[in-house]
């Protein structure tokens, strides 16, 4: 029994060493071959990789930035507009709410002295938004209550407006014009301000100024977008109840007055989104695998026929029908393997070079590898089993008159 | 104990609405170490004869015993398990693989075998200095000459250590010098008790052995000694 055994091994080994031969003596027949299960590979390789990667680092800068807070859109009702001043100060003393944090934004020509003139969006915000997010300010002060409830005409100012408009001078203590009115510049902004969900979808903020002088400036006396913190132990989903209640009876429980993301839900949603987009990508990358198969076991049938004299040589020396069978199917197995060994090389290159680009983490996905390689190795074994079969199937006699 | 007994075979090949009968009631009988030529010209069924006796194909009607074994009766897989153990064919056209070297293509009927590497290595290697080419053991058929050649495929005939030697026309691709080496190799193989069977359209060839049958439009009819004919 052990003795079959290393017989049938050492006979595998055989296989192995005869097909590598073969592929190797028609080095272009075998790459072209291999071209589409390389292309197939290294597409749903490199699909895979970085949606992972980009999934991944989306999730992080969410929890980042998410943990305890719930963004809530007001459209209002016929009667009720927005939120006013007095319904954020009762929203505030609700149990599951630490604070809230308004916003308004508007898009503003600005200027300094007269030097320029440009279109540039600028958010109002509260200062508890300030005191919730550490480091916004890299110099100067942020905005607080005082200029809150004077509507005060301050602003602060990211990287970018500074270069602009204050090339070379220090900008505190400056003045700039918003829309033509005077703002004192409190304080500049941290590149890296990117703290809110909105963030995400429109980039971070340029110019900030308190949420009361936006208002006024957009010529509205309520609020209809803000962000609402929680307090410590509440959980969103308990939060979002409790607000729902809230807001309902606020709005005298009309339907589609209000709604309330949390940053897990948008989350979701845009996991949902990308996996269903990547799934999508993939499935027209697999395309190119099946297309490869066939590639294969077109050049299979081709070798199967002008080996037809090789076949029934070996059959005469006594090769089984299964023997002659395992042959082919090793040098389809191997030839696909070889592509999909390249096409995973050449995926993650394409990966981490489309990394860099969205400057994302990358991640090698060990999932994506073995994905490949069952990949080729099924697609060597399904498309090689026919022209095997065929192989193995050849009359002796006849293989042998094509001598 | 029956080595080889051939009764009343004949075979048939469909030929549009006909059936060609191609042989014609065979009866033949060998004992072991006797060195036999079939001699026919071509279209007599000789080939055909050649594929029953080589197990590579199966007669339509008759018995065919090869060491006490029923052909007939045998799978696919049997067939091939007497054709790697019983069995040594030679070529007309040596019929190397051309990217194994001369001992890889001796190897190659053990490999099927299920031999173990050092095992076949030793009977390639003790097989071709028996043909007296060990010093061409790694050389690839195309750098060996055609004499060479048909001894590697000589040897790769008889690595296995069969009963029987099978040749079909083995000196039909060769020049007359080269022709006599090989049949002067046939003679000293079946003088150390190997059975031989040559099959031949060339008296001169057939006459190399020591018993001669020609085969004529499939019938088989016993030509007596080799020195009658």
């Known amino acids: 029994m052990f003795k079959k055994i290393c017989g049938v091994l050492s006979m595998l080994v055989e296989c192995v060493r005869m097909s590598l031969q073969n592929i190797f003596a028609n080095r272009l027949r075998s790459f072209l071959t291999v071209l589409g299960i390389l292309i197939g590979v290294a597409a749903v390789i490199a699909l895979i990789t970085t949606v992972n990667a980009f999934s991944g680092s989306l999730s992080d800068s969410f929890k980042t930035m998410g943990a305890g807070t719930l963004s809530v859109t007001v459209t209002g009702s016929d009667l009720k507009s927005g939120l006013s001043t007095k319904d954020l100060n009762a929203l505030t003393e609700l149990p599951a709410v630490e604070g809230v944090s308004p916003q308004e934004s508007l898009r503003s020509r600005i200027s300094h002295a007269g030097s320029h003139d440009t279109r540039i969006r600028v958010t109002g915000r509260s200062g508890s938004y300030f005191a919730k997010n550490e480091g916004l300010v890299s110099r100067g002060r942020p905005i607080n209550v005082i200029d809150e409830n004077n509507s005060s005409r301050v602003c602060l100012i990211n990287s970018d407006v500074t270069e602009t408009l204050f090339y070379g001078v220090d900008p505190l203590g400056e003045t700039i014009y918003i829309d033509g009115m005077p703002f004192s510049v409190i304080g500049t902004l941290a590149d890296d301000s990117a703290k809110s969900v909105t963030s995400i979808m429109n980039g971070s903020d340029e110019i900030v100024i308190p949420y009361t002088t936006a208002m006024k400036m957009n010529s509205v006396n309520v609020v209809t977008s803000l962000t609402v913190y929680l307090a410590d132990g509440v959980d969103s989903d308990t939060a979002n109840d409790e607000l729902e209640e809230w807001f309902d009876a606020l709005f005298s429980y009309e339907e589609d007055c209000y709604s309330i993301m949390s940053m897990s839900s948008i989350e979701d949603t845009m996991q949902s989104m990308l996996s269903m987009v990547s799934s999508l990508l993939a499935g027209i990358a697999s395309i190119a695998l099946v297309v490869g198969g066939i590639g294969i076991m077109n050049m299979m049938l081709t070798t199967v026929t002008e080996r037809t004299a090789e076949i029934g040589l070996k059959k005469a020396l006594g090769a089984l029908p299964w023997q002659i069978q395992v042959q082919f199917l090793i040098e389809s197995f191997l030839l696909s393997m070889i592509g999909g060994a390249a096409g995973i090389a050449l995926g993650l290159g394409l990966s981490m070079f489309l990394c860099s680009m969205m400057s994302t983490d990358f991640l090698i996905s060990v999932q994506a590898i073995l994905l490949g390689f069952g990949f080729s190795a099924a697609v060597g074994i399904v498309f090689g089993w026919a022209p095997a079969r065929k192989a193995s199937r050849l009359n002796p006699i006849d293989a042998l008159r094509s001598m | ?229």
Request: charged share 25%.
């Open chain 2, 1 to 229: 104990m029956t080595f080889f007994r051939m009764e009343k075979i004949n075979k048939f090949f469909p030929m549009g609405e006909e059936q060609a009968h191609i042989l014609k009631d065979i009866d033949l009988t060998l004992e072991e170490g006797d060195y036999l030529s079939i001699l026919g010209p071509s279209g007599s069924g000789k080939t055909t004869l050649m594929n029953i006796i080589g197990c590579l194909d199966v007669a339509s009607s008759g018995r065919y015993i090869l060491n006490d074994r029923e052909i007939e009766d045998l799978t696919e897989a049997e067939l091939a398990h007497i054709r790697s153990r019983e069995i040594g064919f030679v070529f007309q056209d040596s019929q190397l693989l051309p990217r194994l070297t001369a001992q890889q293509n001796v190897e190659l009927p053990l490999i099927y075998a299920g031999t173990s590497p050092a095992e076949r290595r030793r009977r390639a290697q003790a097989m071709l200095e028996r043909v007296e080419l060990s010093d061409r053991m790694n050389h690839f058929p195309n750098q060996l000459s055609g004499g060479q050649q048909q001894r590697v495929a000589i040897a790769r005939a008889l690595v296995g250590g069969p009963s029987l030697l099978l040749a079909d026309e083995p000196t039909g691709a060769l020049d007359q010098k080269t022709g006599r080496q090989v049949m002067k190799l046939f003679g000293e193989l079946n003088g150390e008790g190997r059975t031989v069977i040559m099959i031949t359209h060339d008296t001169n060839i057939a006459r190399n052995a020591r018993r001669i049958v020609h085969i004529i439009d499939g019938e088989l009819t016993e030509g007596g000694d080799a020195a009658d004919v």
